[in-house]
């Protein structure tokens, strides 16, 4: 088990089945005395993970601790290196035992002889966290129908991934004996759900986090959106000019289902916005009130519709370009 060059003495001491580590007793270097890491013990160790602890080494000349580990005492492998006297390591095997020690590592690369042995097999406990800060936003662009969620990532050291269920009906409990609500199985915490969205209908999503043993959490909080119809833009017409002595306004046609709109006016179809401003959903036509135009100058307009967010797009338009002219 090596990773830095280790101090080698005279006398062989003894590691037992361990890392056939040379010497537990410090050595001298560049005037400075060679201490082993000691007290090494595990903190915890359940649900796939193991937390190690051991005394910190304050001796002149240390830098960091490489940490090491195995299921067989006598191959220990190199697993990381650490500035601190804690470790944690997760998604291990439930039913495997796992050993580790400890080295100091010194200025010019010197590795300390190993600490003491600590082992542990870390059992399944406990089911996974609930999940929290479910998010759910519907879109309807160029790019199609579908509805977004995320949500905050479970720090259990055995998570193997998430189921997501759905359903049309609020406070809905999710399906876990024929998953009849059940739309997806992810390892991540996002979801683009594409699976037959009707433009209109709201839904209502839930998370369940598993873990190796297939274990479950309490699902999320609910969270749910829909997609909206895309708005249709009316005036200024696609293609159109413009006459600069009249008043700019902006129509659009009703949205069914739509909290607001947002209104982006731009010198580019993909942005260098001019204006922009928000619609209450009462609204269907808002006059410009930016900064003046400049005549001959080709300009971009579209319109997304939103829900519960108001500055969050759901659906969004086409983009018209009409000209403003003299």
Known sequence: ?????????STLIAFGSGCQKLST???ASDNFIIFPPAGLFVLSAHDASILIEWNPVTAVGFLY??????????????????????FYIDSLKYTATYYFQVTAVYENGVESPPSNFASAEPI???NPVQPIGLTVRGHNDNSGKYISLIWTANTDGDLAGYEVYRDTTDNFQPDTLRFSNLVASVTTNFLKDTSNIVTGREYYYRIIAFDFAHW???????????????PTLVYPANDSAINYQDN???QLNPVPGASG??????TSADGGDVFTTNIPSNENIVAYSGAALITGELYYWHVAATTSDPNTPNSVSNTFSFAFTQ
Do not use: C
């Open 1 to 9: 088990m090596t990773k830095s060059r280790l101090i080698y003495v």
């Open 25 to 27: 007793i410090p050595t």
């Open 65 to 86: 601790y490489n940490v090491y580990m195995g299921t067989d005492s006598s191959h220990l492998q190199f697993i990381s290196e650490t500035s601190n006297n804690l």
């Open 124 to 126: 399944n406990y406990f």
């Open 216 to 230: 479950r959490s309490v699902p999320s909080q609910e969270d749910s959106d829909m997609v909206l119809q895309r």
């Open 248 to 250: 700019l306004i902006f």
């Open 261 to 266: 709109y947002i209104l982006y006016f731009s």
